[in-house]
């Protein structure tokens, strides 16, 4: 059973630091990656890795930053502004192609 189990979200000030962490179980996965949603707007990417490569959200270049280690693949924000306030959504995909989603991540980033 595929499972996907986030972690690190909280409040920040401005100009502070997050890391999100997310542990993915019961399979091998091609790629990880990060999404948000903020209230009334769709969800987009933030984030994602494959095989070592990394691309980002316009939004976030030079801000942010991807990592994975085996099932484990992290964000490391900094730099944050209130407008990176959203929930973020941890996404996982198998080698056979089908994708699964963590239950969802609440960042808030104050003035």
């Known amino acids: 059973q595929v499972q996907v189990v986030e972690s690190g979200g909280g409040l920040v000030q401005a100009g502070g630091s997050l890391r999100l962490s997310c542990a993915a179980s019961?399979?091998?996965?091609?790629?990880m990656g990060w999404y948000r949603q903020a209230p009334g707007k769709a969800r987009e990417l933030v984030a994602v890795?494959?095989?070592?490569i990394s691309n980002y959200a316009d939004s976030v270049k030079g801000r942010f930053t991807i990592s994975r280690e085996m099932n484990t693949v992290y964000l490391q924000m900094n730099s944050l502004k209130p407008e990176d306030t959203a929930v973020y959504f941890c996404?996982?995909?198998?080698?056979?192609?089908?994708?699964?989603w963590g239950q969802g991540t609440q960042v808030t980033v104050s003035s």
């Open positions: 996404n996982v995909q198998r080698n056979l192609g089908d994708m699964y």
């Open positions: 890795i494959t095989s070592g």
């Open positions: 019961g399979s091998i996965f091609r790629a």
